[in-house]
Structure formats: C-alpha cells, structure tokens
C-alpha cells in the first residue's frame, strides 16, 4: 500500500513585490508526524510566486521522501490550488512556468489539492516568515533540530558531503563561482551570505557508433560503448576540463558511453567516478537503435502524440519525458544536496542535460525540441542557496576543434 503525505506550503511577500519567501513541510498522512520541513528566502517576488516556490518545494521533498507516495496538497491560496486543480486558467505569463515545474515534480495520478482558511496552514506560514526573517538579516534559513535529533528529511542540510575531504572549489570565470571572502563586499540581488553555489558542469558522452548516424539511443537498447571517435573527444574534454582546473567531483549516468568518457576524464584529474542512476537516457522502447525517419514509417500517430506531449511515453513500454523530469529532478536535488558548494562534473546524455537547461530557466516543456547538444559538449548551471539557478554555459564544444 502507498504511503501517504500530507503537504503544507505558503509564500508571502512583504511589498508585495517585496521582500519574500516560502516555507512547506511534508507531514504522514496517517501520524500527523513531520517529516521534513524546508524553507528559503528569494528576495523580492510576489506573493504568487512566492506561493508556487513553497508548492514546488513541498512537492520535491515528498517526492524525495517517497516517489510513490500519495500526496495531499493543502494550502491557503485560493489561486494555486484553483489552477493546480485545473478549474482556474494560469493566465500570468510569471505563473506558467512554475505551474509546469509543479506539475512535473509528482505524477498526476498521486496528488491532489485542497484549499484550507489560513489559520489551519500556520505552520507553513511560520517558517516562511522564518525565512524572510533570515533574509532581512542577511542569513540563510536553518531547519530546527530536535534535542538528540537529527535534521529533518529533505531540509537543505539533511544529505552531508559524503566526502569531507575534498577541496573547497577554486575559482573560474566559466565553470565555478569564486569564493566569497571578507576582504570585498558581496556585491548581488540577494542576500549577502549565499555563498558560493553548486555548479553542476553537464558533459554529454562522447559518440558511440550510433551517434553520426542519428540513432535513438537511450537506456533500453544496446548500450553501446565509445568509437574511437568518442574516445578521442574524451580525451580532449579531458585535457580542457585539466586546464581550467575547476572538478571536484565526477559523477556518472551508468550506461557504458557515460561511464568510459566519466573514467577518461576522471583519470586525468587524479579523481574517481560515482554513477548516479538518475542520470540514465531515456528508455526509447521500440524505437530504439532506429532513426527519426525509420519510427516515423514505423510509428506514426505514435510519432505524433510523443511530440505533441511530454505525457506521451515512446510505443513499446518506453519512459516518457514526464517521468524523465521527475527523475531527473530528483538526482538534481540528491546531488545538491550531497555537493553544496562545489564544482561537480555529471556525465550524462541529451536529454538530462536539456531537462536541467529547461528546469533552470523555468522553459516550458517543448523546450526540449529546441535546444542543440553535441557530443562531448559542455554545459554548466550554478544553483544558488536561495532555490535560483543560472545557465552558465551551453553546448560548447571549443576544445574539440
């Protein structure tokens, strides 16, 4: 039987835009015990978006907590749980994308929303507050710990380094934030004391013999190893990503391509490689080793509805680009969790990679369709302790020429 959550969140903006925050807590559908409590500063947003955060951060922390799990939301804006529910339009162009990212946390089959009056939501009212608090003294929000406890599930500091021996991430102008020191005011739009962020910097593996031929090759097919083409490009990410001097971490997708560039580089840089499973490609079912053109002779009205939604799952028992995100999502936030500060090298494949691009610019969906990802390519994005994200860097591929 699935277990069952219960989800609390609130956002508030005082200004309204103004300084704003949210908060969420996950609680046992059936103990009323808390399970996780979670709650950021953002500077200055809405009380709307302010709102969504806390939805969207809830969300993420139930799923962390159990991805099958049934999950009752229950706020006190009318707003959110009207257009979560689908009886009210999202009709603000600030509102869509954080509706989508929602929507994408949870499947839908295992959330539900409910309206409560506001003082029957004062938890997650507190810790919102708790956190613009914060913000105002330019500090970030702590989760309480329990006498003898321990922090609960799904508070920024709950996943420890599981390697407290590495370095702290020196500087680069590309692919890392440089430390903040005392000798310099923080200069920014948010509060002085975020730190230095974690920048996840994406390598697409390099080609494997299906790669020129423009095969769908995801995690149900051959899994096929680098050509000698792929190996090359391996090694000259490896010699550029040496130079700049910035990887602390090497974390892999555990299909073989990912796993062969992950070790050339990681030999390179004297570290090891970690293999995330939430980093895997798309399982293309039935169209996979097949060209774009082969599944749409074989596959049409199949073709079609896989493009027209990301609902739609590939014919044969494949994964759908739905299921790709929340997986996706959720290795995203293991990892933040796990590498807070640091520069960390995931290798993985198009679409992780387009997923986290997406993600962090809070691009709809079909975003996926228009976005370019060479072989051995490099992208970057920096996650900042406010919840934020930055696109640093996309598909470049200078080293390679």
Known sequence: MARRFIVEADGGSRGNPGPAGYGALVRDAETGETLAEVAEYLGTATNNVAEYKGLIAGLRAAYALDPAAEVRVRMDSKLVIEQMSGRWKIKHPD?????????????????????????????????????????????????????????????????????????????????????????????????????????????????????????????????????????HQAERVAAALAARGTIQVVVAS?????????????????????????????????????????????????????????????????????????RVALARDKLIARYPGRTVLLVTHVTPIKTLVRLALGAPPESLFRMELSAASLTAVAYYGDGNASLRLLNETAHLR
Not at 106 to 127: F, S
Request: charge should be negative; glycine fraction near 10%; hydrophobic fraction near 35%.
């Open 254 to 326: 555990p299909l073989r391509r990912c796993r062969e560039t992950a070790e050339v580089v990681a030999r390179r840089l004297g570290l090891d490689v970690r293999v995330e499973e939430g980093l895997r490609e798309t399982d293309f079912g039935a169209w996979e080793g097949l060209t774009f053109a082969e599944v749409k002779e074989r596959h049409p009205d199949d073709l079609d509805a896989w493009l027209a939604s990301t609902e739609v799952a590939p014919t044969g028992g494949g994964e759908s680009f739905a299921a790709v995100t929340r």
């Open 95 to 231: 509102m869509r994308p954080l509706a989508a990212e929602a929507k994408g946390i949870v499947p839908p089959g295992q959330v539900t929303y409910e309206w409560i009056p506001r003082e029957h939501n004062k938890h997650a009212d507190r810790l919102a507050n708790e956190a613009m608090d914060a913000g105002k003294r330019g500090e970030r929000w702590q989760p309480k710990v329990p006498p003898g406890g321990t922090l609960a599930a799904g508070a920024p500091e709950a996943a420890a380094p599981a390697d407290d021996t590495e370095a702290a991430a020196p500087a680069d102008d590309t692919l890392a934030e440089p430390a903040a020191t005392g000798a310099a005011p923080a200069v920014g739009w948010g509060p002085a004391d975020l730190g230095t962020p974690a920048t996840f910097v994406l390598l697409r593996h390099g080609e494997t013999p299906l790669t020129p031929e423009k095969r769908f090759s995801g995690s149900g097919g051959t899994d096929p190893e680098l050509s000698d083409v792929g190996r």
